[in-house]
T-cell receptor, first 114, second 112 residues
Framework: AQSVTQLGSHVSVSEGALVLLRCNYS??????LFWYVQYPNQGLQLLLK??????LVKGINGFEAEFKKSETSFHLTKPSAHMSDAAEYFC????????????FGAGTRLAVHP | DVKVTQSSRYLVKRTGEKVFLECVQD?????MFWYRQDPGLGLRLIYF???????EKGDIPEGYSVSREKKERFSLILESASTNQTSMYLC???????????FGEGSWLTVV
């Protein structure tokens, strides 16, 4: 069965520091993997996605993620955090059965300190 | 610009009331979803629809129903609201597998 585990419900970094948000998945089919961001009182916005092809995926706002099949991981990184990156981040994997359903992780709230 | 619109952002309803949450998308997408978001639980799928008048249960359908009479509109119905349905509800739409899923801004429902 498909599942997503995000390690760390809260992550705190200093402005300018590396951001690393961890995501591990399990999937019975070749996975499609997604990272979404949610700013306060808003819906979810796609940061990046992996479907096929290059395993290093670049997204918006300077974020990137690398699909590592051997580690069943899809960690999200950004070299230098900005205050505006403070938000909640969700990793997701496609669910079986088609229709583009997604299974989400519990989310990681990122705090950025001056 | 792509748009998924949830008409009600904030609602307060009484226990036992019937509640309608409306969602409209302008992208001619086949698939539409209703998720519920709770702290520490992420997003959980309530129902989805893959065509007009077609619907499938998600992971937590109990206490909810849905309606899709037109392709662009997908409604979530709480037949008799209860306090444990206090939550943030997110509507989403998408095309085929691997395509981006677009979310509305969410509806905060409080049941008192």
């Amino acid at each position: 069965a498909q599942s997503v585990t995000q390690l760390g419900s809260h992550v705190s970094v200093s402005e300018g520091a590396l951001v690393l948000l961890r995501c591990n998945y399990s999937s019975s089919v070749p996975p499609y993997l997604f990272w979404y961001v949610q700013y306060p009182n808003q819906g979810l916005q796609l940061l990046l996605k992996y479907t096929t092809g290059a395993t290093l995926v670049k997204g918006i706002n300077g974020f990137e993620a690398e699909f590592k099949k051997s580690e069943t991981s899809f960690h999200l990184t950004k070299p230098s955090a900005h205050m505006s990156d403070a938000a909640e981040y969700f990793c997701a994997v496609n669910a079986p059965g088609g229709y583009n359903k997604l299974i989400f992780g519990a989310g990681t709230r990122l705090a950025v300190h001056p | 610009d792509v748009k998924v619109t949830q008409s009600s952002r904030y609602l307060v309803k009484r226990t036992g009331e019937k509640v309608f949450l409306e969602c409209v998308q302008d992208m001619d997408h086949e698939n539409m979803f209703w998720y519920r978001q709770d702290p520490g639980l992420g997003l959980r799928l309530i129902y989805f629809s893959y065509d007009v008048k077609m619907k499938e249960k998600g992971d937590i359908p109990e206490g909810y129903s849905v309606s899709r009479e037109k392709k662009e509109r997908f409604s979530l119905i709480l037949e008799s609201a209860s306090t444990n349905q206090t939550s943030m509800y997110l509507c989403a739409s998408t095309g085929t597998a691997g395509n981006t899923i677009y979310f509305g801004e969410g509806s905060w429902l409080t049941v008192v």
